[in-house]
Structure formats: structure tokens, C-alpha cells
């Protein structure tokens, strides 16, 4: 696994670590609070895509990383 990887999952939070598991179950508008969608989003794992908001290749990697656990 990728060192930036574990970083960035040793970095979360249980609640950042709950938005990202939310976000790979449903993309787009998943209703999450605003400081919690710029926090994964100034850490480089959310994004908007297409008027929602969305995993990056880094939060989809993380997810898998947490899933592996």
C-alpha cells in the first residue's frame, strides 16, 4: 500500500472516516455537513464533480484501505 495512503487514513477522524464510507455508498448529495465536504475535499479526497460531491482517486484508495482493515 501507498505511504500517502496511510497517512492520509492515519489523519482521519471516525467522523471523516463515516463521510468517506457514506460518499463510496452514494455519490453526489450524500448530506453531509459543509466543513465536513471541505475538510475530505482540502485533504484531497472529495470533490465536486458534476454539481456533487465525490470521491477522488486518493478517497476511493482510502476507502479500500479501511475496508482492508
Known amino acids: 500500500m501507498c505511504s500517502r ?6 489523519a482521519l477522524t ?4 463515516g463521510a468517506i464510507a457514506q460518499l463510496g455508498r452514494v455519490a453526489g448529495r450524500p448530506g453531509l455537513p459543509f466543513d465536513m465536504a471541505e475538510r475530505l475535499m ?3 479526497l472529495a470533490e465536486l464533480s458534476f454539481g456533487g460531491l465525490d470521491l ?3 478517497g476511493r484508495q482510502v476507502l479500500e484501505a479501511m475496508r482492508g482493515q
Open 5 to 10: 495512503v496511510d497517512e492520509l487514513e492515519a
Open 14 to 17: 471516525p467522523d471523516e472516516r
Open 42 to 44: 482540502s485533504l484531497g
Open 56 to 58: 477522488t482517486v486518493a
